[in-house]
C-alpha cells in the first residue's frame, strides 16, 4: 500500500506517550496512514536501553497485519533484552524533502515518519520460517519461491520478534516554506528540494553465470530506467 492510497480517519491518541504536543495537527493516530509508511520501509531503528546506557539499533524491518518484525541473531544484545520485555522505542523515517523558506528560522523538511512504544514478543519457532518467508516477499516478491530457504540450524539460530502497532503515532509533513509575512517580498529563492529513495540499474552477482533476470529483478530495471529518464 502506497502513502497516497492512506486516508486519515480522525482518531484520538492511544497513549499520552503517543500524543504529538508539537504542531499537532501534523499527528496521524489511524492505521492505514501507519501502516502506509512502515510499507515503505526497510529499515527501523529500535531504541532501549540497558545497565550501559541508552541505545539506538538500526535493523531491517516489515510488516504483516498489526505487527512489526525485526530479526537477527540469537547473540544480540537488543533482542536478548526484547525477549525479556525491555520497553523499546521503534522509529521509521521517510526524508521526502529539504524545505527553504525565506528566512533561516523557518527553514524545515517535509517528512512521514512512524513511532511505536511497546514490547517485543519472540515468534515461536512453528512460524517462524513463514514469518521470514513474508520478509522476503517484502524484499523481492516471489524470490523465496527461487532460492534455498532457510535450514533447521540456519532458522534455530536465528530470533524473529514483532511488536505490537497499538501505541504508535505517525507524524507527517508536506507543502512550501511556511513564511513571515514580513519576509514575504525579501528577494531570494524560497521552496522545496524533493528527496525520494530510488532503484538504481540492478548489479548481477560476477561468481557464477547468471540465468536471465527474474520478472522482480526486470521491474526493478524498468523503474530505474524510468527514474532515470524522469531526471
Known amino acids: ?20 504536543r508539537r504542531v499537532a495537527q501534523r499527528a496521524h493516530y489511524d492505521a492505514a496512514t501507519l501502516h502506509a509508511i512502515l510499507d515503505e520501509a526497510y529499515v527501523c531503528h529500535v531504541a532501549f536501553s540497558d545497565e550501559h546506557g541508552v541505545h539506538c539499533i538500526p535493523t531491517a524491518c516489515w510488516r504483516e497485519d498489526d505487527h512489526l518484525y525485526i530479526h537477527g541473531s540469537n547473540g544480540s ?26 528566512s533561516a528560522f523557518n527553514h524545515s523538511m517535509n517528512y512521514r515518519s512512524a513511532v511505536i512504544y511497546g514490547v517485543f ?14 520478509f522476503m516477499e ?3 516478491p516471489g524470490r523465496r ?34 513564511d513571515d509575512e514580513e519576509d514575504m517580498d525579501r528577494a531570494v529563492w524560497a521552496g522545496v528540494l524533493p528527496l525520494t529513495l530510488a532503484p538504481l540499474p540492478p548489479v548481477a552477482d560476477s561468481a557464477t553465470p547468471q540465468r536471465d533476470a527474474p520478472a522482480y529483478v526486470a521491474a526493478w530495471a524498468n523503474r530505474a530506467q524510468g527514474d532515470e529518464t524522469a531526471g
Open 1 to 20: 500500500m502506497s502513502f497516497a492510497d492512506a486516508v486519515n480517519e480522525p482518531a484520538a491518541a492511544p497513549s499520552q506517550r503517543t500524543r504529538v
Open 77 to 102: 544484545r537488543m533482542l536478548r533484552l526484547a525477549a525479556e520485555g525491555a520497553q523499546v522505542c521503534v522509529i521509521v523515517t521517510h526524508l521526502d524533502g529539504l524545505v527553504l523558506a525565506r
Open 121 to 134: 514478543e519472540t515468534v515461536e519457532e512453528a512460524h517462524k520460517a513463514a514469518v521470514l518467508d513474508t
Open 138 to 140: 517484502h524484499i523481492a
Open 145 to 178: 519461491h527461487e532460492v534455498r530457504a532457510g535450514n533447521r540450524k540456519e532458522l534455530a539460530a536465528t530470533t524473529v520478534m514483532r511488536i505490537a502497532l497499538a501505541e504508535s503515532v505517525t507524524k507527517i509533513r508536506t507543502g512550501g516554506p511556511k
